[in-house]
């Protein structure tokens, strides 16, 4: 059980590295100092779901939903391409940026945000549901249970580094230009996605 949690933990923790859209809002919330402790539940809890979703009940997502895959793709494009864009606005007003950590966006917004961050991707759903649930799948029965935890522990730690991580480093960020290169960063991270997606 511990190796295979610990398999789990391996194989979660180097899915969910990659710098992406979720994990690019989750670095500037911590560096915004904006709901951070919110945003990071949020996401590793999501990441905790869709996990059990891949490795107890990835033959049902896949037979019962067969335009769920391509939906989300175009889907997730269009809001990254969105997503990019206000960013891409954002740096070209470093002024708006400073206010920004003045007037913040409601908890319920930057939750949504998350969530569409989150669920309109569907490289989250090619990483958790369908590649963890896979590699989970191939293991013995009893042994499923604590891949899946050692998984989502993976989700739990990053998510908090992340968070927390880019909240030390405020003191340092606190600068337009900084701010400027960080949201043309995200803006190019955002439409390189969207064209992954939609160039397959």
């Known amino acids: 059980m511990i190796i ?3 398999d789990g933990f391996l194989l979660g923790a180097s899915l969910i590295m990659a710098i992406g859209a979720q994990n690019a809002f989750v670095i500037r919330q911590g560096i915004l100092r904006q709901y951070v ?3 990071c539940l949020f ?4 990441d905790a779901v869709l996990i059990w979703i891949g ?9 019962t939903l067969p335009l769920f895959i391509p939906i989300m793709t175009y889907g997730g494009a269009a809001f990254l391409i969105w997503f ?6 954002r740096a070209l007003k470093p002024a708006a940026i400073q206010m920004s950590t003045t007037h913040a966006p409601s908890l319920k917004a930057a939750l949504l945000t998350c969530a569409a961050l989150t669920f309109l991707n569907p490289h989250v759903y090619l990483d958790t549901v369908i590649l ?5 799948n191939a293991r013995h029965p009893e042994e499923q249970s604590a891949f899946a935890i050692g998984a989502a522990t993976a989700s739990f730690v990053w998510f908090f580094a992340i968070g927390l991580g880019a909240m030390v480093l405020k003191p340092w960020l606190d600068r337009p230009r900084v701010w400027q290169i960080i949201d043309g960063t995200i803006a190019l991270i955002m439409w390189l996605l969207a064209a992954k997606l ?3």
């Open 43 to 46: 996401c590793a809890v999501s």
């Open 198 to 200: 939609l160039i397959g």
């Open 132 to 136: 963890l649930g896979s590699v989970a």
């Open 84 to 89: 990019g864009y206000s960013a891409f606005r």
């Open 4 to 6: 295979a949690a610990f």
């Open 55 to 63: 490795v107890f009940g990835l033959s049902l997502v896949t037979t």
């Open 37 to 39: 402790l919110w945003i």
